[in-house]
């Protein structure tokens, strides 16, 4: 068979982390493990009836079989500059200043194959979503400054350590893996940093309905328009399988999303779109999460508190977070050899070390199983505790 040989850029680009669990997951599986899976970030609850019925019924109408546009359609757009209002009391125009997208992973790409040129720099926190370094660093041909977050800081880029020659700053509370979050103060300080040294803020806002404990994310537009936030239907509705998302901003930042979206794409379906408004104009005028949304909530925050006691109680000192349904902790071993082993006890985690070299001895956990698999899972690992000791 002939051989067909990568492009360099390609080459460079490591395999995508969870590509990698899904192997190791699946091998075991196959050897009959009963795996409890707390590795992707996918909730295991489903999307609500009322969304699913509205897609069922629009996808059967002729008119929602046919191509979306790139920037989605009008009344989607409305639908999410409505909910700014509602949620974070900021005014968007529906055409200039919202795009709805294929999930907000692809935006989160494509922003930057939009605004930054090859050699530029961008700013990717470390730990943190893997697109920043990864796709939107590589395929640029631009350059990626990992600014580590620490502990010590609660897990906050620190903008004295961030170069102020970069052309865009990838950030994200609350946020992916840690599960730290931040007030809109600190978005005030980063907006007015990204002002003063030309940098283009790209505000990575997918959980921000993922929040415990009366706490309420922020958006980055709450703290000024000149910035692009992109938010994401995947975890607050339970619909990561649909691939819906949204990005919102300034509109030239919106707007050269569209251009480059235009050559890539042809929109999200129109029958997803038409679910997805339904689930978000369930939210009240004065912003008040909808009752699902919050049952769903309460469910993951009973699951989140079970494994933080627990962990603590076998010896990991693990923070409760406020916000995301990742749990995430120093293994006090190597991220890697802490997951293998968890995989011998049938236990999928996922390797800190795999969103940034800083990360190396961290882990994170998913609270995407019920709590009695939960508790098992914590059975497991005490059981495995005492057999070393
Ligand atoms: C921080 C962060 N941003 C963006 C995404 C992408 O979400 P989606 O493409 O499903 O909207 C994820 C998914 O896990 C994430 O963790």
Known sequence: ??????????????????????????????????????????????????????MQ?????????????????????????????????????????????????????????????????IIAPSPGYPVYSGASTLFNEAECVEVPLRESQNWLLDL??????????????????????????YLHKVYDWCGKTDTILCYDNAYS?????????????????????????SKTFNMTGFRLGYAVGHPDLVGGLKKCKGQTDSGAPVFIQKAGAVALDAYSDDGTTPKGVQANMDILAERRRVLVNGLNDLGYKVAMPR?????????????????????????????????GKSAEGYVRMAVTEPVERIREALNRMKKAQDINK
Do not use: H
């Open 209 to 233: 309905e993922m929040c415990f404990d009366g706490y309420r994310a922020p958006s980055a537009l709450q703290a000024g328009p000149d910035c692009i936030e992109f938010g994401s239907f």
């Open 323 to 355: 916000g995301t349904f990742y749990v995430w902790f120093n293994s006090g071993v190597g991220s890697m050899e802490f997951t293998e082993k968890m995989l011998e006890l049938g236990i999928v985690v996922t390797p800190g070390s795999g969103f």
């Open 57 to 121: 019924i629009a996808a059967e109408a002729n008119e929602n079989q046919k191509y979306s546009s790139s920037q989605g359609e009008k009344f989607l757009r409305d639908s999410v500059a409505k909910w700014y209002r509602k949620r974070f009391s900021v005014d968007l125009d529906p055409d200039t200043q919202v795009c709805i997208t294929i999930g907000s992973k692809e935006a989160i790409f494509n922003i930057s194959q939009a605004f930054v040129n090859p050699g530029e720099k």
């Open 1 to 54: 068979m002939t051989k067909f040989e990568q492009s360099e850029r390609l080459k460079k680009l490591p395999p995508y982390l969870f590509v990698r669990l899904e192997e190791l997951t699946a091998a075991k599986k196959k050897e009959g493990a009963d795996i409890i899976d707390f590795g992707i970030g996918d909730p295991d609850l489903p999307a609500s009836e009322k969304v699913i019925k509205a």
């Open 160 to 185: 004295s350590e961030c170069p102020v020659d970069a052309k865009m700053l990838y950030l994200n509370y609350p946020n992916n893996p840690t599960g730290a979050t931040c007030d809109l103060e």
